[in-house]
């Protein structure tokens, strides 16, 4: 499968969904950021825009990144709307060629799972190297499996927090793990369908 393949396939997941005008926040996301002093921020597979949207309200500039050309136009759009395109900069970037250019505050990585080939190890470990002293960088997984997931693969494992980090293989001197857990929650999915899923939340920050 080649670049265009994997355009083409997320552009097709973002087709099959109606455009939000008003997309929600990831919950591991606010409880994480909320009370730290706004800087500049990376979301790397943006998709609906959800994150980088609240992050912009909460005063943080924001590189927002996804593979899909229509999530991202779909995000620049709905940040104008909002009056926060002087915050939000949505930019495609497939993720197994290039990385966005900047040092960050805070970088976010939620549900970064694809059906394609993604050295995710590296691209968590450039995300690590891109961060400023003090800086965090918050992976969110999937654990389990929701039932509108694009992946329904019976036999699918996801990886603990502790074995991800351990994937990405950094200096404990210079980064250190804050939190690396598994905790449930209720989610919504399209068409307001609900069920209970599991995330595994790593959050590593880099030495001061």
Avoid: K
């Amino acid at each position: 499968m080649n670049a265009s393949d994997a355009v083409m396939f997320w552009d097709g997941v973002y087709a099959a969904r109606p455009a939000a005008t008003d997309p929600r926040p990831n919950v591991r996301l606010t409880e994480t950021v909320t009370g730290l002093p706004p800087g500049d921020a990376l979301d790397l597979g943006c998709g609906a825009g959800g994150d980088a949207l609240w992050l912009a309200g909460q005063g943080w500039h924001v590189t927002a990144a996804d593979i899909s050309a229509m999530a991202v136009e779909r995000l620049a759009a709905i940040a104008c709307a909002h009056s926060l395109d002087d915050r939000v900069t949505a930019v495609r970037h497939d993720l197994r060629r290039s990385f966005p250019h900047g040092e960050f505050d805070l970088i976010c990585a939620h549900y970064l799972h694809t059906p394609f080939d993604l050295d995710r190890a590296a691209v968590l470990r450039s995300a690590a190297h891109a961060l400023r002293p003090d800086g965090r960088l918050l992976i969110v997984d999937h654990g389990s499996t929701a039932p509108w997931s694009w992946s329904q693969d019976p036999d699918v494992r996801y990886p603990s927090p502790r074995e991800v980090a351990a994937g990405i293989d950094l200096d404990a001197a210079t980064w250190t793990v804050e939190r690396a857990d598994a905790p449930r929650r209720i989610a919504t999915g399209p068409g307001g369908r609900t069920a209970e899923v599991t995330d595994h939340v790593l959050l590593i920050r880099r030495s001061a």
